[in-house]
Structures are given as C-alpha cells and as structure tokens.
C-alpha cells in the first residue's frame, strides 16, 4: 500500500526535477505541503501532487491554444 504523504525527494524523482526545485515550489506555495515533526519535515499529499500535474497540464493546454505552432516563412 503507497503512503499517503510523500518525501520532496519523492516528488523530485517523481515529477524529474531537483529536490531544490520542489522546496521551492513549497516555499513558494506552488505546491501544497506540510511541515511534521519536531524537525519541520516536508511533506506532499499523494493527491496534492495529482492535482498540481492535472493542473500543469491545463495550464499547458491553454499556452498551446493561445500559442499556436505555425509554419516558417521559406528563406
């Protein structure tokens, strides 16, 4: 059975990025997280993580349509 929380490392690996790329994406609350522990861990919700990939791809969507690819002019 998967975790409900993951590591920022998991979702570095997950997402192929950087660690440093996820906590940043926490600090600025791009991605939603929590801090545990007497330590203040990172932690990501399995289901937050979804949500933020179902997102990014709505959001590229929308870039796509409102950047169409169009052919070069010949040289």
Known sequence: ???RFLL???VAAELNVTDSQ????????E???IKVG?????RVER???E???????AETAA???ENPLTEREPE
């Open 38 to 42: 007497g330590r203040g861990q990172w």
């Open 1 to 3: 059975m998967e975790g």
């Open 22 to 29: 996820v906590y940043h994406m926490v600090r600025s609350g």
């Open 63 to 65: 870039w796509v349509r």
């Open 8 to 10: 920022l490392s998991d």
């Open 47 to 49: 289901v937050k993580l």
């Open 51 to 57: 949500e933020y990939i179902q997102g990014k791809y």
């Open 31 to 33: 991605l939603p997280a």
